[in-house]
C-alpha cells in the first residue's frame, strides 16, 4: 500500500487536508465550511490505516488534523493555527499545553529535519526543478469565498506534489533510518541526523547503565580551551595564537552558543595564506582560484576520516553529566563501523556514521543532553589547532597548501 503525502491549510471560514497518493497520485480532499461537511471517519481511517508523510507535519498538520476530528470548528483551529505560527513556542510545549495527544497509531513521517539544510518547502522545491513554485495566494486571515476555496485547493496540491519530490529525494535516508527504528526499537524516521545519533546514543547509555538521561541543568557559561598536549608548532604566530587561546575565556549566549572572541576573527598566516579560525572549524580564504596539476606535481586532496570523533576519543572528552559510559558507547560505535567498512555492509557503515558524527553536533544543543559547549570547543579547536600544525609542516617541506577545510587540506 502506498504512501499518502498530506498537507492542511486553516482559515477563519474554511478547513482543507489534502492527500496525494504517491504511487497512483490520486488526490482526497477533506474540507470544512459552511458549504462542507468534513468526513471525520474517512479522515480518521486515512490517519489510522495509512503511513503519512508531510513537511513539517509534526509542528503543525498533525495537531491540526487531531483537533479537527475532535470536533473543532473553523475558527478554534484557525486560532489554533495563529498560535503555532505566531507564538514562537515549539508545537510540542503548545501541544502539551493544550493536551492535544496525537493517536500513537497515527503512522507519520515528517521531512522536514531529514532534509538536508534547513529551508522552507519552496526552496527545496526550486532545487529540485519543481516545474510550479506557488506562494500562498490568499492572505491567510482572510474569510473565503467558494471560488477562493478552489484556489487553495488548487494550490495544496503543487504543494503535495512538492513534498512528494522532496521525499523520492531523500528515500534512502528514510529507509535507512527504517533500518535504525527497527534495530534499536525507536521511531527515527522524521529526525535529523544529530537527532537520530542522540537518540541511539541514549538508547545505547540507558541500555548500559540502566539510567536515563536529560539535558543538564547547570550547563557551563564560560570556559577556557584546555591544553591537549598534542600541540607544537614552530613558528612565533602560532605558537603565541595557541598562547592567547589557552588563556581566552570563552562564553555562551542565551541560545547556548558559544560566542566567538573578537580577536579569533582576524585571520592567521601561514605561508603568507590567510586562514579563518572558528567556533566550527578552519577554512582557508581564497576567493577564487585555478590550479591545474603539471608533468611533476600532484594535486591532491588529504582529508581526515572522522575527524572530530577521533579527537573526542583521543581526548577522552565527555559530558559531565554522563562520564565514561559516554566514551564506552562511542568508542564501541566507531569499532563496529570500522568492522562495518572492512566487510562492506553499506547499511551498517552508513547508520553508524550518522550515529558517530551526529551526535558531535549535539554538544552545542542547548536542548540536548549532550550539550557541554566546553567540548564542543575542545574539539574544533584541537582539531584546528592540529590542521594548522600540519599546514605548517607542508610548507616547511616546500609542499604549497592550496586550500583547507574544517578536516582536510588540498595541496600542490
Same mark, same amino acid.
Given at each position: 500500500?502506498?504512501?499518502?503525502?498530506?498537507?492542511?491549510?486553516?482559515?477563519?471560514?474554511?478547513?482543507? @487536508?489534502?492527500? !496525494?497518493?504517491?504511487?497512483?497520485?490520486? %488526490? *482526497?480532499?477533506? +474540507?470544512?465550511? &459552511? #458549504?462542507?461537511?468534513?468526513?471525520?471517519?474517512?479522515?480518521?481511517?486515512?490517519?489510522?490505516?495509512?503511513?503519512?508523510?508531510?513537511?513539517?507535519?509534526?509542528?503543525?498538520?498533525?495537531?491540526?488534523?487531531?483537533?479537527?476530528?475532535?470536533?473543532?470548528?473553523?475558527?478554534?483551529?484557525?486560532?489554533?493555527?495563529?498560535?503555532?505560527?505566531?507564538?514562537?513556542?515549539?508545537?510540542?510545549?503548545?501541544?502539551?499545553?493544550?493536551?492535544?495527544?496525537?493517536?500513537?497509531?497515527?503512522?507519520?513521517?515528517?521531512?522536514?529535519?531529514?532534509?538536508?539544510?534547513?529551508?522552507?518547502?519552496?526552496?527545496?522545491?526550486?532545487?529540485?526543478?519543481?516545474?510550479? @513554485?506557488?506562494? !500562498?495566494?490568499?492572505?491567510?486571515?482572510? %474569510? *473565503?469565498?467558494? +471560488?477562493?476555496? &478552489? #484556489?487553495?485547493?488548487?494550490?495544496?496540491?503543487?504543494?503535495?506534489?512538492?513534498?512528494?519530490?522532496?521525499?523520492?529525494?531523500?528515500?534512502?535516508?528514510?529507509?535507512?533510518?527504517?533500518?535504525?527504528?527497527?534495530?534499536?526499537?525507536?521511531?527515527?524516521?522524521?529526525?535529523?541526523?544529530?537527532?537520530?545519533?542522540?537518540?541511539?546514543?541514549?538508547?545505547?547509555?540507558?541500555?548500559?547503565?540502566?539510567?536515563?538521561?536529560?539535558?543538564?541543568?547547570?550547563?557551563?557559561?564560560?570556559?577556557?580551551?584546555?591544553?591537549?598536549?598534542?600541540?607544537?608548532?614552530?613558528?612565533?604566530?602560532?605558537?603565541?595564537?595557541?598562547?592567547?587561546?589557552?588563556?581566552?575565556?570563552?562564553?555562551?549566549?542565551?541560545?547556548?552558543?558559544?560566542?566567538?572572541?573578537?580577536?579569533?576573527? &582576524?585571520?592567521?598566516?601561514?605561508?603568507?595564506?590567510?586562514?579563518?579560525?572558528?567556533?566550527?572549524?578552519?577554512?582557508?580564504?581564497?576567493?577564487?582560484?585555478?590550479?591545474?596539476?603539471?608533468?611533476?606535481?600532484?594535486?591532491?586532496?588529504?582529508?581526515?576520516?572522522?575527524?572530530?570523533?577521533?579527537?573526542?576519543?583521543?581526548?577522552?572528552?565527555?559530558?559531565?553529566?554522563?562520564?565514561?559510559?559516554?566514551?564506552?558507547?562511542?568508542?564501541?560505535?566507531?569499532?563496529?563501523?570500522?568492522?562495518?567498512?572492512?566487510?562492506?555492509?553499506?547499511?551498517?557503515?552508513?547508520?553508524?556514521?550518522?550515529?558517530?558524527?551526529?551526535?558531535?553536533?549535539?554538544?552545542?544543543?542547548?536542548?540536548?543532553?549532550?550539550?557541554?559547549?566546553?567540548?564542543?570547543?575542545?574539539?574544533?579547536?584541537?582539531?584546528?589547532?592540529?590542521?594548522?600544525?600540519?599546514?605548517?609542516?607542508?610548507?616547511?617541506?616546500?609542499?604549497?597548501?592550496?586550500?583547507?577545510n574544517t578536516d582536510g587540506v588540498v595541496v600542490y
Amino acid at each position: 500500500m502506498s504512501n499518502v503525502i498530506i498537507d492542511t491549510e486553516v482559515y477563519k471560514n474554511y478547513f482543507l @487536508l489534502s492527500a !496525494l497518493e504517491s504511487e497512483t497520485g490520486r %488526490v *482526497l480532499h477533506f +474540507e470544512m465550511s &459552511d #458549504k462542507h461537511t468534513l468526513d471525520q471517519n474517512k479522515l480518521s481511517a486515512l490517519m489510522r490505516s495509512r503511513t503519512t508523510i508531510s513537511f513539517n507535519g509534526n509542528g503543525f498538520d498533525l495537531p491540526i488534523i487531531y483537533c479537527a476530528l475532535m470536533g473543532w470548528d473553523n475558527a478554534k483551529l484557525k486560532a489554533l493555527s495563529d498560535k503555532i505560527i505566531k507564538s514562537n513556542m515549539p508545537a510540542w510545549r503548545i501541544m502539551r499545553d493544550m493536551q492535544i495527544n496525537i493517536p500513537k497509531q497515527w503512522d507519520h513521517i515528517d521531512l522536514i529535519e531529514v532534509a538536508p539544510g534547513r529551508s522552507s518547502l519552496k526552496i527545496y522545491g526550486g532545487r529540485l526543478h519543481q516545474k510550479k @513554485l506557488e506562494d !500562498l495566494p490568499i492572505d491567510p486571515d482572510t %474569510v *473565503l469565498s467558494y +471560488e477562493e476555496m &478552489d #484556489k487553495i485547493k488548487s494550490y495544496c496540491i503543487n504543494d503535495l506534489e512538492t513534498t512528494l519530490a522532496l521525499y523520492r529525494s531523500v528515500e534512502k535516508a528514510v529507509d535507512l533510518r527504517v533500518s535504525m527504528s527497527e534495530q534499536y526499537g525507536i521511531d527515527l524516521r522524521s529526525k535529523s541526523d544529530a537527532q537520530v545519533a542522540e537518540e541511539v546514543i541514549r538508547h545505547e547509555l540507558t541500555r548500559i547503565t540502566g539510567k536515563r538521561y536529560n539535558k543538564p541543568d547547570n550547563p557551563p557559561t564560560s570556559f577556557t580551551y584546555q591544553d591537549p598536549h598534542i600541540i607544537s608548532f614552530e613558528s612565533d604566530s602560532l605558537k603565541n595564537i595557541f598562547s592567547k587561546l589557552l588563556n581566552t575565556t570563552f562564553n555562551t549566549g542565551g541560545n547556548g552558543q558559544v560566542q566567538m572572541p573578537d580577536w579569533l576573527k &582576524d585571520p592567521v598566516i601561514v605561508g603568507g595564506k590567510p586562514y579563518q579560525m572558528g567556533i566550527g572549524g578552519l577554512h582557508s580564504q581564497e576567493v577564487a582560484q585555478y590550479v591545474k596539476a603539471g608533468s611533476e606535481h600532484d594535486l591532491l586532496e588529504l582529508d581526515v576520516a572522522a575527524y572530530y570523533p577521533s579527537i573526542i576519543l583521543q581526548q577522552n572528552l565527555a559530558p559531565q553529566t554522563i562520564g565514561k559510559p559516554f566514551l564506552d558507547v562511542y568508542r564501541t560505535l566507531v569499532e563496529r563501523r570500522i568492522v562495518a567498512k572492512r566487510e562492506k555492509d553499506k547499511v551498517a557503515d552508513a547508520m553508524l556514521k550518522i550515529a558517530i558524527n551526529g551526535s558531535f553536533g549535539k554538544l552545542g544543543s542547548i536542548y540536548s543532553a549532550f550539550y557541554a559547549p566546553d567540548l564542543l570547543i575542545q574539539t574544533t579547536v584541537t582539531g584546528q589547532l592540529a590542521l594548522l600544525m600540519l599546514i605548517e609542516r607542508l610548507v616547511g617541506a616546500g609542499i604549497e597548501v592550496v586550500s583547507a577545510n574544517t578536516d582536510g587540506v588540498v595541496v600542490y
